[in-house]
Every structure is written in C-alpha cells, then in structure tokens.
C-alpha cells in the first residue's frame, strides 16, 4: 500500500518527466549527409547503378563533396541525363559517366579494363545496382540474371579494382544489400554457384541480397591489414523504380504506399554513411541499418565456411581465378 502511494507522489511524475526530457534531449541523431563536413576533392568515386534511385541519390552527394564520381550505368541516355542532372545540381565537372553492365561479366571485364588504363587512383566503390521480380533466366554466359546482376557483377568488378584501391588507401568498398535478407530460412548450396536460384523472383531476390552480406564480410577479412574496408547496408524502404519488373497489382500496391517510404535522397544515408562517415573510419565487414546503425546481419550471414564457399564458388562462375585478371595485393591471413 505504502508502495503504491509512493508512486502517487507529485515528485515521481516531476523525476519521470524530468528523465523523460533528458532522453529526448539525448536521443540519438539520424546522421545526415548535409551535416558532415567530409571534403571528397582529389578523391574518385565509382557509383553503380546511378542512373536512377538510391544510386544516382548516392553519387549527387559524394559529386556535392567534390569528388570525382564516375556513374557506371548500364544505359547512356539515363546515365547522361543523370550526370548532367548533377552537374547542374552540384557544379562539379569531375562527374562522368561510363558503360557497365554488371549481369554480364564481359562489361564489368571491359569497365574494370578501361578504368584500371586510366592510372586512376579509387577510394571510394559502391556497388549499388540491383534487380528485382525478374523471372528465373540464364545470362549468355550462363549465370542466373538477378545472380549476375545482384552477386556476381559486383564481385568481379571488386575484385578486378581491388589492386588500385589498395593502393589508393585509405578506401572504402560499400555494398548494397536489404533488410530483405532477414526472409531467407534456408540457403541450398546450389544458390551459390549462380547457375540456380529459388524460382519465385521475390525469394530469389531475398537470397541474393544475403549473398551480398557474406561477401562482405569474407570480402573484409581479405582486407584485413590493407587499409581498404568493405560493409554492407540496408537502405531501407524507398521509393524508387526497384518494382519496375513486378505485375500491376504489386505495383499499384507498392503506389499506394510509397507516401509512406523515404525519397531516394533519405534513402542514400546509410550508403553515405559507410562511404564517407569519418565515425565509420576503421569499421569493415559489418551490416548498418537504415538509421545507420552497426546491427546484426541474420544468422545465415555468419554460417560458418559459408561466406567462404560462396567466394569459392563466384571464383569460378566469374571466371576470376583462372583468367589471371585479378589485381595482385597483400593479403593478411589469419593465424
Ligand atoms: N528501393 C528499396 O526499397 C530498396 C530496399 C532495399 C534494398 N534496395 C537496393 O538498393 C539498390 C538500388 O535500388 P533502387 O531502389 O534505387 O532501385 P532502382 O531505382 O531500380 O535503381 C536500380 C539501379 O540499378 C541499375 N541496374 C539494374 N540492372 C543493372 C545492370 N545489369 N547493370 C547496371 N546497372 C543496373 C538500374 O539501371 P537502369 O535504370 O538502367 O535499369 C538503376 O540505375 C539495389 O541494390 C536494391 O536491391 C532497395
């Protein structure tokens, strides 16, 4: 009874208020691209996927940041009409636009070739494109489609500038995953060698976007020591022409949602956030939420030796082993 009185006292609502306002006061910021003072000028950024959405959203901040930023698009119309949109926004003249096709490991061979001829230093790789609700197909050079495009473009493309970045270091490599990747209960083994995914688009999507997790993270231990880092991140929910393959009625759905999604500029946070952060400085092979913050992947995503199979396996199905193009740099292995 006592007890209960106590709680009936003026000055528990007072201290309760008074905490209240204190963690308000102290809530934890979203960080905001606007608001961080990183200075890219001297420094070149690769953006893929940046004619539309949360890529050419990505590659607006990093040109407003003064680096110079290559858009690799897969179409010139789009991709021009996007760099002259950041020209124009930005005033920087340091925004390019190069061909790339990440589904097809010959174009990710001749983008790397023709950047790597430059000279050109890299500090900062974001693979950013991305496919969904494809229906299940196979790529000339037999690779899954949503595979080539999510997983294996982005791993050949990495791994073919991973010399130069090591060599321009400090760099930063960030990939685009999903919360998506939550949805996956199981991975057959087969999924990873690109010749097979689930038959439905949407789980195939999700398995993709899991597989950019383990990479990730296996792609960060290669790292350790290079000065060149690699995270992974979920943008979240947002607005952008991601539904572009989907049947009306997703999309009418999708529609009737999206006043509710972040606009691609909110959208490109966390994207930022591990390309440029000076807080993410010395972080590598770890997944960051859409508020930016440092969480737990699911459990599949540290599945022991699975990371490693899937490197193993995109070796070969890229063709990356044997062809000798891979960029030669200082590996640390672990004891
Ligand atoms: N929107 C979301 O809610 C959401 C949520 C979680 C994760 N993501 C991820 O965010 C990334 C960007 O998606 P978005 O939402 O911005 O969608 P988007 O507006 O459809 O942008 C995707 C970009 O990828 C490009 N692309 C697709 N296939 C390509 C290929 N084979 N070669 C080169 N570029 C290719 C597209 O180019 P074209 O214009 O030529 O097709 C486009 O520029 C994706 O990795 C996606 O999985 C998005």
């Not at 007072?14 to 001297?42: N, Q, T, Y």
């Not at 688009?201 to 899991?210: I, V």
Request: net charge positive.
């Amino acid at each position: 009874m006592e007890g209960a009185a106590l709680f009936c006292h003026p000055l528990w609502f007072i201290c309760s208020l008074a905490l209240l306002a204190l963690l308000w006061i102290r809530r934890r910021k979203s960080w905001s691209p606007d608001a961080c003072p990183v200075d890219l000028s001297g420094k070149t950024a690769i953006v893929t996927g940046a004619s539309s959405g949360i890529g050419k959203a990505v590659a607006l901040d990093l040109a407003r940041k003064n680096a110079r930023t290559i858009l690799a698009c897969r179409c010139s119309k789009k991709g021009q009409a996007a760099v002259e949109e950041i020209r124009r926004a930005t005033g920087n003249p340091h925004v390019q636009l190069r061909l790339l096709d990440v589904s097809s490991m010959a174009s990710v061979r001749d983008f790397a070739r023709r950047f790597l001829e430059e000279g050109s230093q890299l500090h900062i790789l974001v693979n950013n494109a991305g496919v969904t609700g494809l229906p299940f197909a196979v790529t000339t050079e037999g690779l899954e489609l949503t595979f080539a495009t999510n997983v294996s473009g982005a791993f050949l493309l990495t791994n073919l500038l991973l010399g130069t970045m090591v060599a321009s270091a400090p760099a930063r490599i960030v990939n685009v995953s999903s919360f998506r990747h939550f949805c996956v209960r199981k991975v057959d083994l087969k999924w990873l060698t690109g010749e097979e995914l689930p038959k439905n688009a949407s789980q195939a999507y999700d398995c993709t976007k899991l597989m950019n997790v383990l990479f990730t993270t296996e792609l960060a231990r290669r790292l350790q020591g290079t000065g060149v880092s690699a995270n992974v991140l979920s943008p979240g929910i947002v607005r952008t022409e991601i539904l572009r393959h989907y049947g009306r009625a997703s999309r009418l759905l999708y529609w009737l949602c999206s006043p509710f999604m972040m606009n691609p500029q909110r959208g490109a946070t966390s994207t930022l956030y591990c390309a440029v952060a000076p807080e993410v400085e010395g972080i590598s092979g770890k997944y960051f939420d859409s508020n930016c913050r440092l969480v737990l992947p699911q459990t599949l995503a540290h599945e022991p030796g699975l990371g490693q199979r899937l490197w193993d396996a995109l070796e070969k199905a890229t063709g990356l082993k044997t062809d000798g193009s891979q960029q030669a740099f200082p590996v640390q292995r672990e004891r």
